[in-house]
């Protein structure tokens, strides 16, 4: 079945720093791509998306390109700030409209 | 503004009883919505997918019979757990079956004592 591995968390930048978090998938066919972010409290909410190879998924800073050949969805942000501190889930969506969700990234940064 | 709204935000309720959330499509109509739950600092686990008019489609390990989801209108979705019990305490998210968009509700935080 389709399945997400990110990275394991918890991430802890100071501010302006460079992120990474990495995302990887298996799915049959070519499913689309997803970062999520769940600000605390908050419901989740859609940060960027890829709908097939090579398409580059890009807001607020966020970019994450869609990695057929290593099954991957990394996402990066080149100057975090304390705004962003969150929880970040890569996410695929395969037949019928079904969402399969990492496990999710914390990511908290300092000032 | 949102486009899905979910009612609770929150309850608390003593074992035993049962709890009814309820999911709507505010601006749009919604032949599917999908169900998770989220336990803390964990990822998002379908549920079951709801379908207006039929019966909801459950994933494996997820009892029918304790979480009965019905969708008798285009724009309401309702998830009700029966006989509630403490290890049924999480949180609930809704979401519309586009395939284009995603919508989530804000979530229902359940809290079982």
């Known amino acids: 079945g389709d399945s997400v591995t990110q990275m394991e968390g918890p991430v802890t930048l100071s501010e302006e720093a460079f992120l990474t978090i990495n995302c990887t998938y298996t799915?049959?066919?070519?499913?689309?791509l997803f970062w999520y972010v769940q600000y605390p409290g908050e419901g989740l909410q859609l940060l960027l998306k890829?709908?097939?190879?090579?398409d580059k998924g890009s807001n607020k800073g966020f970019e994450a390109t869609y990695r057929k050949e290593t099954t991957s969805f990394h996402l990066e942000k080149g100057s975090v700030q304390v705004s962003d501190s969150a929880v970040y889930f890569c996410a695929l969506m395969g037949l019928i409209g079904k969402l399969t969700f990492g496990q999710g990234t914390i990511l908290t940064v300092h000032p | 503004g949102a486009v899905v709204s979910q009612h609770p935000s929150w309850v608390i309720c003593k074992s035993g009883t049962s709890v009814k959330i309820e999911c709507r499509s505010l601006d749009f109509q919604a032949t599917t919505m999908f169900w998770y739950r989220q336990f803390p600092k964990q990822s998002l686990m379908l549920m079951a997918t709801?379908?207006?008019?039929?019966?909801?489609?459950?994933e494996q390990g997820v009892e029918k019979d304790k979480f009965l989801i019905n969708h008798a209108s285009l724009t309401l979705s309702t998830l009700t757990v029966t006989s509630a019990h403490p290890e049924d305490s999480s949180f609930y998210i809704c979401?519309?079956?586009?395939?284009?968009?995603?919508?989530f509700g804000p979530g229902t935080r359940l809290t079982v004592l």
């Open positions: 979401r519309d079956g586009g395939t284009d968009t995603q919508y």
């Open positions: 799915a049959t066919g070519y499913p689309s």
């Open positions: 890829a709908t097939k190879a090579d």
């Open positions: 709801s379908n207006e008019g039929s019966k909801a489609t459950y």
